[in-house]
């Protein structure tokens, strides 16, 4: 027998998840942002899930190539573009999109030997202050870019740093009515294709702003995970679950009050009380920092986590289980996010808050070592 964890990959929450954002946004296409791959759900386990989008957008050559081997042969977009000359060879070959941020990127374009020319999308740096041209250069750089015969098309490109944020209440866009007013200044006249919203932007603002949608790049609300979570949760935006990281109880044991739990013994019994140890630990992914009182399911039920988290396992009350009637003991099962089989599910940007972080960085984070089961499309 394996070890009991298992990340399972929900290929019709992907399709729903799709779904809801194309009612958010039914005059823009998606692309679909599969990088790291796909926030750890595994691009060839996610593709099936989401090849209704209009295009997909990564980060690396090598994803892309991943990309068309399973049989795309639409739009691919580089998200950081090109890292070296080599890699325009690639996108000729691959027909891929890429970004083009830096002058040096188009030095490499200018000296690029192709018979294909390539579509480029160039990108604005509206106060983000990592990729792209500053308002004063973007100009130069367009004229510079529309004039290379390696250049086929130019589109219009800007990234939100702050479409998360709350302002005085939901429908405040100061967070992103000033990047956005730079984007459509410099823009204005130019002839081309804009593509500038994340989950954030196009969940809270894309429909009554219409703000040049004609990409948008939805990336965290795909897999299940809200974006200006906890202002609102996945739930509120009628997203699902894309992976469930799954485990189950491999020991019980029983305490007495003054008994303690783990490494350093955090935690301290006040009553009698039974408690499950998972085969799950940080070395699986399942952040150490999350303290006791995380949430989990047991038996589909919810209840927390107690102690420290070692290497391979944690600990988890038994209690509110038993108390809701359920066995709750050796080989239960165990949700640390996600959906249990019993229906219920708990959501990973709670878990996440209590790791101090956000949901990108704990599906990201997944290990190697955890076995992925794909729950396939009907
Ligand atoms: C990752 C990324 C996205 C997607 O952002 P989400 O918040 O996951 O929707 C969009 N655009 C760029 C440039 C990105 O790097």
Request: charged share 20%; glycine share 8%; proline share 5%.
């Amino acid at each position: 027998m394996p070890r009991p964890i298992q990340a399972i990959i929900h290929q019709s929450a992907l399709r729903h998840n799709l779904a809801v954002m194309r009612r958010h946004v039914p005059d823009s296409r998606i692309m679909s942002v599969v990088k790291a791959n796909a926030y750890g759900h595994g691009i060839e386990n996610a593709y099936a899930g989401l090849r209704a989008s209009d295009g997909f957008a990564l980060l690396e050559v090598d994803e892309a190539q991943r990309v068309r081997a399973l049989g795309w042969r639409g739009p691919i977009l580089l998200l950081e573009g090109v890292f070296d000359a080599r890699d325009l060879e690639l996108c000729s070959r691959l027909g891929l999109w890429h970004t083009v941020h830096c002058d040096e990127q188009i030095d490499m374009l200018a000296a690029h030997k192709t018979h294909v020319p390539h579509r480029v999308f160039l990108k604005l740096n509206a106060g983000m202050n990592r990729l792209g041209f500053t308002p004063a250069r973007y100009r130069a750089a367009w004229s510079r870019l529309n004039a290379l015969p390696q250049v086929e098309e130019v589109s219009f490109m800007m990234h939100f740093s702050d479409a998360d944020r709350y302002g005085m209440d939901a429908s405040d866009t100061t967070a992103v009515a000033t990047p956005l007013a730079m984007f459509q200044q410099v823009t204005q006249d130019l002839p081309g294709e804009r593509c500038i919203c994340n989950s954030a932007a196009l969940l809270r603002f894309g429909q009554p702003q219409q703000m040049g949608l004609d990409w948008v790049r939805a990336g965290i609300a795909l897999y299940g995970s809200a974006p200006d979570y906890p202002h609102r949760t996945a739930t509120d935006w009628n997203l699902q679950p894309a992976m469930s990281l799954r485990s189950r109880i491999i020991a019980v044991q029983q305490l007495q009050p003054g008994d303690t739990v783990g490494y350093g013994s955090t935690f301290v019994a006040e009553r009698p009380m039974r408690l499950g140890v998972v085969a799950c630990g940080y070395a699986d992914g399942y952040p150490r920092i999350c303290g006791t009182g995380t949430p989990v399911l047991v038996d589909g039920v919810a209840s927390r986590t107690i102690g420290r988290v070692s290497m391979d396992m944690l600990a988890v009350d038994l209690e509110p289980a038993r108390a809701a009637g359920r066995a709750a003991g050796y080989g239960s099962e165990v949700v640390l996010w996600g959906r249990s089989s019993h229906g219920t599910s708990l959501s990973i940007d709670t878990v996440a808050a209590h790791a101090q972080t956000v949901g990108y960085e704990l599906m990201c984070a997944v290990a190697a070592r955890v076995p992925v089961l794909v729950e396939e499309l009907a």
